[in-house]
C-alpha cells in the first residue's frame, strides 16, 4: 500500500490550470509531485503504458520545471516526449496529433517575472479543469501517496511537431487569397517568435506576398521589453509606433505563450478582442449555416447581433478557457471567442490559438478589400464598451452586492453565469454591465456596453464605478 509522506496544501492549483509565484507555491519539488501525480492520475483508467507530451515556455525557470514534471511523469511509468520551447497551443495540437495520452505546457504565459505554472490536457487535447481531474491531481501531490515507483521507468526523448504545426495552420486560409500585406509581429521576447519564423519560411517557398516586421522577435526569459502582456496599456507602444513607421496594414502582438493574439489596424489603433470575435465569428457562418458560436458573459450584444444576423446560434459560456473548451465539444461549435482575446476553434481539437485569428483576419482584408478599422468601424459605433476596468477593493462580495441591490429592479434581465450581467432598455437607451469578482485577488472587474449610444455607456461606466468606490 502506499505511504503517505505528509500533506501541504498547494496554493498553485486553480480552477483550470497551474500558476503561482516561484519559491514556496511553485519549485522543482511541486513540479515532480505534479508530474508524478499526473502520471497516476492518467495510469487509474486503465493501467496501459501512457505517453505525454511536454513543452515549456521561454521562462527562465520553465526549462527545470518541465524537466522535473518530466521526472515526476517518467517515475510513474510515463513515457516522456519533450517538444522544448514551445507555446501552449503546440502542446494541444501534439497532443492530438500524435495520438498521445496528455501533454503539459510549462507557462505562466502574461504573468509577472516571478511566476510560472502549468496547462494540462488529456488525449484528444481535453482540457483537465478542477470538474474533470485537477483536484484529484492536486490531492495526490499534496498528499503525496504515490503508488511504488513503476518497474519500468518511462522513456524519455526529444522531438519537434514544429512543422506539421505550421502545414496545419495553413489549412485555415487559401494562401491564392492573399494579397501584399505588410504586417508587424510583436513576440514580447516570448515564444511566438520560432512560428512565425516558420510561417515565413512557408509562405516565401509558396510565394504568399507578406511581409514580417518583426519586433520584439527574440525569445528572453529576462523579457527586457516588459512581460509580454499586450492587454495592459504601457505595452502597445511598440507595436504602435512600428506599424505608424513601415505603414503596414496590421500590428499583431502575442502574450508570452501565445495562445491569444492582440491586433492593431493600419492606423496603430488597439482593436478590442471583442470585435474580433464579431469579425470570426460572421467570417465562420458563411462556411458554416446556422453553426454554434460560444461567447462568454462580460461583452454580448454585438457577438449576439452578428451572430443572430448571419444565421447562427449564440451560446453563452462562463468565462475561461476550460470552460469554454468544454462547451465547444459539448455544443460542437464552429467557433468560440472571449473579449480577453481567447479565440477557439472546432478544427483545432476545439481550443484556442492566438496563430489561427490573425491568419484568418488577413485573408478576410484581402478577400473583401479593406482595412482593419473599416471592417470593425461599422460594429464599434453600433455597440460602444468600456472594456474591463479592473477595480482594487477591500470587500468585493459587498462592492457587487451593493451595485445588483441598486440597478436590479430595473433590469429587464439578470444573469448569473459568471458574476452579475444585468441588461436595461430605459428612457436613454439600451444597454448592459457584467461585474465579476476574481478568484485570485480583492479585484473587481467591470465591463459596460451599449447600443448605440457612447455617452450613455460613459455615463453609466462612471456611475457604476462610483457606486463601487463608496
Given at each position: 500500500m502506499p505511504a503517505t509522506i505528509g500533506s501541504t496544501t498547494l496554493t498553485c492549483f486553480k480552477a483550470y490550470d497551474i500558476r503561482g509565484q516561484l519559491g514556496e507555491e511553485l519549485n522543482n519539488d511541486i513540479a515532480y509531485r505534479i508530474g508524478r501525480a499526473y502520471g497516476e492520475f492518467l495510469l487509474s483508467d486503465d493501467n496501459k503504458v501512457k505517453t505525454v507530451v511536454v513543452g515549456g515556455d521561454i521562462r527562465l525557470t520553465s526549462e527545470e520545471l518541465k524537466f522535473a514534471v518530466a521526472g515526476g511523469l517518467m517515475d510513474a511509468g510515463v513515457n516522456v516526449i519533450d517538444l522544448g520551447m514551445t507555446g501552449t497551443e503546440e502542446i494541444y495540437f501534439a497532443t492530438s496529433h500524435l495520438n498521445v495520452d496528455g501533454g503539459v505546457e510549462v507557462t505562466a504565459s502574461h504573468n509577472p517575472m516571478d511566476y510560472n505554472g502549468m496547462k494540462l490536457v488529456k488525449s484528444e487535447s481535453k482540457p483537465i479543469s478542477g470538474d474533470t481531474g485537477l483536484f484529484d491531481i492536486q490531492t495526490l501531490a499534496e498528499t503525496q501517496a504515490f503508488a511504488e515507483k513503476a518497474l519500468v521507468r518511462g522513456s524519455y526523448q526529444l522531438s519537434s511537431t514544429l512543422y506539421a504545426y505550421v502545414q496545419h495552420l495553413l489549412t485555415y486560409i487559401s494562401v491564392k487569397n492573399i494579397k501584399p500585406l505588410k504586417l508587424v509581429v510583436n513576440s514580447g521576447n516570448g515564444a511566438a517568435g520560432h512560428v512565425i519564423d516558420a510561417l515565413e519560411a512557408q509562405f516565401l517557398s509558396l510565394h504568399v506576398p507578406i511581409e514580417f516586421i518583426k519586433i520584439n522577435h527574440e525569445p528572453d526569459g529576462n523579457f527586457p521589453n516588459g512581460i509580454p502582456n499586450p492587454l495592459l496599456i504601457e505595452n502597445r507602444q511598440d507595436t504602435i509606433d512600428a506599424v505608424l513607421k513601415h505603414k503596414a496594414d496590421m500590428g499583431i502582438a502575442w502574450d508570452g505563450d501565445f495562445d491569444r493574439c492582440f491586433l492593431f489596424d493600419e492606423k496603430g489603433q488597439?482593436?478590442?478582442?471583442?470585435?474580433?470575435v464579431g469579425l470570426l465569428a460572421e467570417a465562420f457562418l458563411q462556411k458554416n449555416a446556422g453553426a454554434k458560436i460560444i461567447h462568454d458573459p462580460r461583452l454580448t450584444l454585438n457577438t449576439i447581433d452578428v451572430v443572430t444576423l448571419a444565421g447562427g446560434e449564440p451560446v453563452l459560456c462562463k468565462t475561461g478557457h476550460a470552460f469554454i473548451k468544454e462547451r465547444m465539444r459539448s455544443e460542437d461549435a464552429v467557433y468560440g471567442g472571449e473579449?480577453?482575446?481567447?479565440?477557439?476553434?472546432?478544427?483545432?481539437?476545439?481550443?484556442?490559438?492566438?496563430?489561427?485569428?490573425?491568419?484568418?483576419?488577413?485573408?478576410?482584408?484581402?478577400?473583401?478589400?479593406?482595412?482593419?478599422?473599416?471592417?470593425?468601424a461599422q460594429r464599434i459605433t453600433a455597440y460602444p464598451s468600456s472594456g474591463e476596468i479592473n477595480l482594487k477593493l477591500e470587500d468585493p462580495k459587498l462592492a457587487i452586492a451593493r451595485v445588483l441591490e441598486k440597478y436590479q429592479a430595473n433590469a429587464v434581465s439578470v444573469d448569473y453565469t459568471d458574476g452579475i450581467s444585468l441588461e436595461f432598455i430605459d428612457a436613454d437607451g439600451e444597454w448592459r454591465f457584467n461585474l465579476r469578482s476574481s478568484n485570485t485577488e480583492p479585484v473587481v472587474r467591470l465591463n459596460v456596453e451599449s447600443k448605440g449610444n457612447v455617452e450613455l455607456m460613459s455615463v453609466k461606466t462612471e456611475e457604476i464605478l462610483i457606486l463601487l468606490r463608496t
Open positions: 488597439f482593436i478590442e478582442g471583442y470585435y474580433i473579449m480577453s482575446a481567447h479565440h477557439y476553434f472546432r478544427d483545432f481539437m476545439y481550443c484556442d490559438s492566438g496563430m489561427i485569428p490573425w491568419l484568418l483576419v488577413a485573408e478576410l482584408l484581402c478577400v473583401k478589400n479593406l482595412k482593419l478599422s473599416d471592417a470593425v
